[in-house]
C-alpha cells in the first residue's frame, strides 16, 4: 500500500526550477538537563534525531530542495518532516498545503499518544498505581488495577501532552517514589493533611493549608541536600522491606535517579525496627561477613536464603 506524501510548497506561488533549505548553521531549541538550548540540526535518512550531536562525527547532513517550488514527503520521514516543521523558514519561505496541514496534525497527534501509550504500558500493578497516584490523585489508592490503567490510557489518549510532559521529569520521579511510600505504608499523610510523616508520626514535611502534600514532599525530595537524600533512601530501603516475598519491582532506579552520584552511602533514620527486622538485618551482615560481598537486592528480604548461604560459606572454610 503507497504511503501518502505530505507537499511542501514554497510561499508566494514561486516555482523556481530549484531551492535549497540552508541546514549548516540552523538550531533548533532542546532541553538539556532541563534547561533549553539551541542545538544544530542535521538531515540524516535513517536516523530518528534531528539534532547532529545524536549521529557520529562522519554522518553529513542531507541537502533539501525544493523542486519546481515544491517537495514531496513520505509521511513516515518523521526526521524530514520535524526539521520541515521546525525550521525557521516554515511559515515564510515555504509552507504546506491545507489539506497536508490537517494530515500532518493528525500525524502529530498520534505520534504523541503513541509516545504516551509507551510510558504507561506498565505490567506491575504497585508501579502503575504509583505513577497514577503522581499524576492523577490520591484517589486511584481505591481504585480496582482495571480503573487504573483505563485512567491511565485515557490521559494517554485524550491529552497525550501531559504525560508526555510528565514523566521523564525529575519531578514526577520524586512524586512516585513518595506515592510509592505512601501506597506501601512507608511514609503516610496525616488525617489532617498538613503534614507527611514517618509510620510513627515524626513529621518529614509540613503541609500548609491548600497545598497538596504529594507536591510538598516531591520538592523537599529533589532539593538535593543531605537530608533530603537520606529521606529519600530511607524511603526507598522501607518500600523494599514492605514486601513480605521478593518482588521484581522497587522504587530503586527512580531513587537513584533523583540521589545522583553523590548519594549518601548509608541511610541513617532514628526507626524502632521490629524483631523480625532485626532478624533480617543479622542475617544480611552475617551473609555479607561469611560470603564477602552485598547481598543481592531480590534476596534482602529472604531470611532462610541469607542464612543458607551464609552457612554454606563457612562449611567451606
Known sequence: MATKKIIFKLTKGRRPKSYQIPLSKETVTRKVGGVKRDKLIQYVPGSD????????????????W??????????????????????????????ISDANKIAMNELEKMDKIEKALDFVKI????????????????????????QVKSALKK?????PGKIIKEFPTKNHNAKFVAAHGILRDTIMINASHTAVTWPDGKTIVSVAAGQDPLDN?????????????????????????S???????????????????????????????SDEELELE?????????VGKEVPNNKKNDLKWLQNKALEALDKE
Not at 534525531?49 to 533539501?64: C, G, L, T, V
Not at 490521559?155 to 491529552?159: G, L, P, Q, V, Y
Not at 513480605?244 to 525496627?273: C, I, M, Q, R, S
Open 49 to 64: 534525531s534531528i539534532f547532529a550531536e545524536d549521529h557520529k562525527d562522519d554522518k553529513r547532513s542531507d541537502q533539501i
Open 66 to 95: 525544493f523542486m519546481n517550488g515544491q517537495l514531496a514527503v513520505d509521511e513516515n520521514n518523521k526526521v524530514l518532516l520535524e526539521i520541515l516543521r521546525k525550521h525557521k523558514w516554515y511559515g515564510l519561505e515555504y509552507d
Open 123 to 146: 505490567t506491575d500493578e504497585d508501579k502503575m498505581r504509583a505513577h497514577a497516584f503522581a499524576l492523577i490523585g490520591g484517589q486511584v489508592v481505591s481504585w480496582t488495577a482495571s
Open 155 to 159: 490521559i494517554a489518549f485524550e491529552d
Open 217 to 241: 514532599i516531591a520538592e523537599f525530595l529533589t532539593e538535593n541536600t543531605e537530608i533530603s537524600k537520606i529521606t529519600l533512601q530511607a524511603i526507598g530501603e522501607g518500600i523494599k522491606r
Open 243 to 273: 514486601y513480605e516475598f521478593n518482588t521484581d519491582y522497587t522504587a530503586d532506579k527512580e531513587v537513584a535517579e533523583l540521589l545522583g552520584a553523590d548519594a549518601p552511602k548509608k541511610v541513617e533514620k532514628d526507626v524502632d525496627l
Open 282 to 290: 543479622d542475617a544480611r551482615n552475617d551473609y555479607e561477613e561469611a
